[in-house]
């Protein structure tokens, strides 16, 4: 099983700053992915992380607003720009998963935006 | 619409009882996956069944899934204090191109065992 860091583990902000969020996988793989977990919801995907090309942003999320990077097999980074309270959550990246292959979360991110 | 309802929303039990969770789906899948949330931290991955299979044990989890019904159910025997969690399902779709490795999770189980 892949063991997945992030940083940082929780953060405050203040209205209209941006926050980077990084996603560290120790192995390589070929898929990672970041969701959403708004206070007392479930998941929602937010993007997949391609390496070596854009990321594939799922319906209600754009670039502009969380761009990603993936440099390489290990590593992601989100971004959260302009924030908002809406934007208050819990972000996660996985990695792993398609096929019959195990998609393994790391231990996410607290945003709280003030 | 919402790919994987789970049910129900809440539980609560006393230690040593078992908890047994459902969730629904509605396209076909590749795999159905469960996962335990501890106080809003991230998820743990608990086990995975693939759509060619009935049914899935680890210690003290069993897991089945029914296709033609597309529902799933875990069961937790001889519950314990420690077992206290959301439970999520997750399913990843049939199929490559951008749905490869998705997962869809549905709204999530709370788990309460007491002492």
């Known amino acids: 099983s892949a063991v997945i860091s992030q940083k940082p583990s929780r953060d405050i902000c203040q209205r209209g700053t941006s926050l980077t969020i990084q996603c560290q996988v120790d192995?390589?793989?070929?898929?990672m992915f970041w969701y959403r977990q708004q206070p007392g919801q479930s998941l929602t995907l937010i993007a997949t992380?391609?390496?070596?090309?854009?990321?594939?942003?799922e319906s209600g999320f754009v670039i502009d607003k969380f761009p990603i990077s993936r440099p390489n097999l290990t590593f992601s980074t989100l971004t959260v720009s302009n924030m908002s309270p809406e934007d208050s959550s819990i972000y996660l990246c996985?990695?792993?998963?398609?096929?019959?292959?195990?998609?393994?979360f790391g231990p996410g991110t607290r945003l709280t935006v003030l | 619409s919402q790919q994987g309802e789970e049910d129900p929303q809440a539980l609560s039990i006393q230690e040593g009882e078992n908890a047994t969770m459902n969730c629904s789906y509605k396209?076909?899948?590749?795999?159905l996956q469960w996962y335990r949330q501890n106080s809003g931290r991230g998820l743990v991955h608990l086990i995975l069944?693939?759509?060619?299979?009935r049914e899935k044990h680890s210690g003290r989890l069993r897991v089945t899934l029914d296709t033609s019904k597309k529902s799933s159910s875990l069961l937790i025997t001889a519950s314990r204090a420690a077992d206290t969690a959301s439970y999520f399902c997750?399913?990843?779709?049939?199929?490559?191109?951008?749905?490869?490795?998705?997962?869809?999770f549905g709204q999530g189980t709370i788990l309460t065992v007491h002492p």
């Open positions: 192995s390589q793989v070929t898929m």
């Open positions: 996985s990695a792993g998963g398609g096929g019959t292959n195990e998609q393994f």
């Open positions: 992380a391609n390496q070596g090309s854009e990321a594939t942003y």
């Open positions: 396209t076909s899948i590749n795999n």
């Open positions: 997750a399913t990843a779709l049939r199929g490559g191109g951008t749905s490869y490795g998705k997962l869809t």
């Open positions: 069944i693939r759509s060619n299979e």
